[in-house]
């Protein structure tokens, strides 16, 4: 049965990628846009910043007048930590992960016990896939401008900018590297044709259509840490491997490589896009009185079907192992029995994957309690419950489906793969508050309480976004008649702890099992730390 587990694992691996890619976006949403918008919490539906209501409010733009220009420099810096540590007992199949390897002299699981940790940013960049950003913060643009023809009730903007944008690398020694080596998720609008429209002096309506690119990539590389594995070095060692002398050949044959539970298999490359995915914005204001003012937007979802190949370079011991499997009696009629893999060294092909960038909703109110402040209060919900499964469909029948399909016939065919998620919608809550303190300086502060959307039993190392409040302060500064400057400090800190098997896109052990678990039976703390300083310059022209 040890051709099940592989093809569960090789399997897994593609699936636990993509999933993961996934589940990084409730926590990327709205951290590189804007200055203004991040000091007040994302509190600002009542209240949008400049030319970058396209994206929180299109009727924010009827309060924009003449020709203006806005440019926005975000500069992000990621603190990412993981820690694996061995409970007691820990072992696979009877074999003790923490002693010592007599092949290696090292120990077994070279993760346990150990620490990882990055602060290296990785982009997304268009045509090319990731882009591993010099060590230390790295900056996330955006730009628009928007027109107000004297006498005219409609503005028009348009803008660039990065809604979402998530992406690490660590060293290829780090015990992370299993979960991924590198990522980048990245939704780049490029295109953003918005008008708002003020109907009276309370009404004010907006629309946008918005055109981007959605890239996602991750290098990774692969182990299988199951009881499965651990039945085949037992018998590699009851064979006595070591000595160089098959007892049963050539009726069977297990010592064409060294495999084991916590032994390479190999390394993953996938890199999936969709360079057309457009949605549209819809939003209003009202504003009855001079001190209060109410606005709601929404913006649609995309339906999208990403496209890319994948690459799996295998170790010299994997497919050695399967090469002199099959290259027995009993073997080779096993593998025409139960498609066995051959032992090739490389598979690679296209892939695409059928994901819906979630449906987005929020309403606030910004309310001036005394002539010199202001507080802001917005409600927000992401559409993440519709994430139930992902689909995935590979360009040619595959032998690690073919064993899926006998395991999970639901949710596997030879070339198409449907994986459950149980994602959950989310209502979160961000309050910001505005003092002003002259007529050029106001500041700010603000935190967003950001829920997550995954389940507890899908906790994993490579989105380490649980729960997380965010925490900003800020200024904004009229420089001239014309001229206004936003900045902004905002801090995140997400702490994950997973006890071992308790989360199977990660550190389940069972048998079962068909996501990839290359850290099963580890307890696993993550914690993730954002700080992010944006500076913003809007001028007429």
């Given at each position: 049965?040890?051709?099940?587990?592989?093809?569960?694992?090789?399997?897994?691996?593609?699936?636990?990628?993509?999933?993961?890619?996934?589940?990084?976006?409730?926590?990327?949403?709205?951290?590189?846009?804007?200055?203004?918008?991040?000091?007040?919490?994302?509190?600002?539906?009542?209240?949008?910043?400049?030319?970058?209501?396209?994206?929180?409010?299109?009727?924010?733009?009827?309060?924009?007048?003449?020709?203006?220009?806005?440019?926005?420099?975000?500069?992000?810096?990621?603190?990412?930590?993981?820690?694996?540590?061995?409970?007691?007992?820990?072992?696979?199949?009877?074999?003790?992960?923490?002693?010592?390897?007599?092949?290696?002299?090292?120990?077994?699981?070279?993760?346990?016990?150990?620490?990882?940790?990055t602060?290296?940013?990785?982009?997304?960049?268009?045509?090319?896939?990731?882009?591993?950003a010099?060590?230390?913060?790295?900056?996330?643009?955006?730009?628009?401008?928007s027109?107000?023809?004297?006498?005219?009730?409609?503005?028009?903007?348009?803008?660039?900018?990065?809604?979402?944008?998530?992406?690490?690398?660590?060293?290829k020694?780090?015990?992370?590297?299993?979960?991924?080596?590198?990522?980048?998720?990245?939704?780049?609008?490029?295109?953003?044709?918005?008008?708002?429209?003020?109907?009276?002096?309370?009404?004010?309506?907006?629309?946008?259509?918005?055109?981007?690119?959605?890239?996602?990539a991750?290098?990774?590389?692969?182990?299988?840490?199951?009881?499965?594995?651990?039945?085949?070095?037992?018998?590699?060692?009851?064979?006595?491997?070591?000595?160089?002398?098959?007892?049963?050949?050539?009726?069977?044959?297990?010592?064409?490589?060294?495999?084991?539970?916590?032994?390479d298999?190999?390394a993953?490359?996938?890199?999936v896009?969709?360079?057309?995915?457009?949605?549209?914005?819809?939003?209003?204001?009202?504003?009855?009185?001079?001190?209060?003012?109410?606005?709601?937007?929404?913006?649609?979802?995309?339906?999208?079907?990403?496209?890319?190949?994948?690459?799996?370079?295998?170790?010299?011991?994997?497919?050695?192992?399967?090469?002199?499997?099959?290259?027995?009696?009993?073997?080779?009629?096993?593998s025409?029995?139960?498609?066995?893999?051959?032992?090739a060294?490389?598979?690679?092909?296209?892939?695409?994957?059928?994901?819906?960038?979630?449906?987005?909703?929020?309403?606030?109110?910004?309310?001036?309690?005394?002539p010199?402040?202001?507080?802001?209060?917005?409600?927000?919900?992401?559409?993440?419950?519709?994430?139930?499964?992902?689909?995935?469909?590979?360009?040619?029948?595959?032998?690690?489906?073919?064993?899926?399909?006998?395991?999970?016939p639901?949710?596997?065919?030879?070339?198409?793969?449907?994986?459950?998620?149980g994602?959950?919608?989310?209502?979160?809550?961000?309050?910001?508050?505005?003092?002003?303190?002259?007529?050029?300086?106001?500041?700010?502060?603000?935190?967003?309480?950001?829920?997550?959307?995954?389940?507890?039993?899908?906790?994993?190392?490579?989105?380490?976004?649980?729960?997380?409040?965010?925490?900003?302060?800020?200024?904004?500064?009229?420089?001239?008649?014309?001229?206004?400057?936003?900045?902004?400090?905002?801090?995140?800190?997400?702490?994950?702890?997973?006890?071992?098997?308790?989360?199977?896109?990660?550190?389940?052990?069972?048998?079962?099992?068909?996501?990839?678990?290359?850290?099963?039976?580890?307890?696993?703390?993550?914690?993730?730390?954002?700080?992010?300083?944006?500076?913003?310059?809007?001028?007429?022209?």
């Amino acid at each position: 049965m040890g051709h099940y587990s592989h093809k569960r694992q090789i399997l897994g691996a593609l699936i636990a990628t993509t999933v993961s890619f996934g589940a990084q976006a409730q926590l990327a949403q709205n951290l590189t846009i804007h200055p203004k918008a991040l000091a007040l919490g994302n509190a600002v539906t009542a209240d949008p910043p400049g030319v970058m209501a396209i994206h929180y409010n299109p009727a924010g733009l009827t309060r924009l007048d003449g020709r203006q220009l806005e440019v926005n420099l975000m500069s992000v810096y990621l603190d990412i930590d993981a820690d694996f540590t061995a409970p007691e007992g820990y072992e696979i199949f009877g074999i003790d992960g923490l002693e010592t390897d007599p092949l290696t002299g090292k120990q077994r699981d070279p993760v346990a016990n150990t620490h990882s940790h990055t602060n290296n940013v990785a982009l997304y960049l268009p045509g090319y896939g990731i882009l591993r950003a010099p060590p230390g913060p790295a900056v996330a643009p955006s730009a628009g401008i928007s027109v107000n023809p004297p006498g005219s009730k409609l503005t028009f903007a348009n803008a660039f900018y990065l809604p979402l944008a998530a992406g690490f690398y660590r060293d290829k020694d780090d015990p992370g590297r299993y979960q991924p080596q590198a990522t980048a998720l990245q939704r780049t609008t490029y295109l953003s044709p918005t008008v708002g429209y003020e109907i009276n002096n309370e009404w004010a309506v907006g629309a946008g259509i918005h055109l981007s690119h959605m890239g996602i990539a991750a290098d990774q590389y692969m182990r299988a840490p199951n009881m499965l594995l651990g039945v085949a070095e037992i018998l590699q060692d009851a064979f006595n491997c070591e000595s160089g002398d098959e007892p049963l050949q050539p009726w069977l044959a297990l010592c064409g490589g060294n495999v084991g539970p916590w032994d390479d298999i190999g390394a993953l490359n996938i890199n999936v896009q969709e360079t057309l995915s457009p949605t549209y914005a819809l939003g209003v204001m009202w504003e009855p009185t001079d001190w209060f003012r109410w606005g709601a937007s929404y913006t649609s979802e995309a339906d999208m079907n990403m496209k890319g190949t994948f690459e799996i370079e295998y170790t010299d011991d994997w497919s050695g192992f399967w090469q002199s499997v099959n290259g027995s009696v009993l073997g080779a009629i096993t593998s025409a029995i139960l498609s066995l893999p051959s032992g090739a060294p490389r598979e690679a092909g296209n892939v695409s994957m059928d994901l819906v960038y979630p449906q987005h909703f929020q309403t606030g109110i910004s309310v001036d309690v005394h002539p010199k402040l202001t507080l802001n209060a917005d409600i927000g919900w992401t559409d993440y419950a519709q994430w139930d499964a992902f689909v995935f469909r590979f360009d040619r029948n595959l032998e690690f489906l073919n064993a899926a399909r006998i395991l999970s016939p639901d949710n596997a065919t030879p070339n198409t793969l449907r994986l459950p998620l149980g994602f959950k919608s989310q209502w979160n809550w961000a309050f910001g508050a505005e003092l002003h303190v002259s007529s050029r300086l106001d500041l700010r502060a603000g935190v967003e309480i950001r829920d997550s959307v995954i389940p507890d039993d899908q906790r994993q190392v490579m989105a380490p976004f649980g729960g997380a409040n965010l925490y900003s302060v800020g200024m904004g500064y009229q420089w001239d008649k014309d001229t206004e400057i936003d900045m902004n400090l905002s801090y995140l800190h997400s702490v994950e702890t997973i006890p071992a098997d308790t989360s199977c896109n990660v550190n389940c052990d069972n048998i079962t099992n068909i996501i990839y678990n290359p850290y099963a039976g580890l307890d696993i703390k993550t914690s993730l730390r954002v700080v992010m300083a944006g500076l913003s310059f809007r001028t007429k022209f």
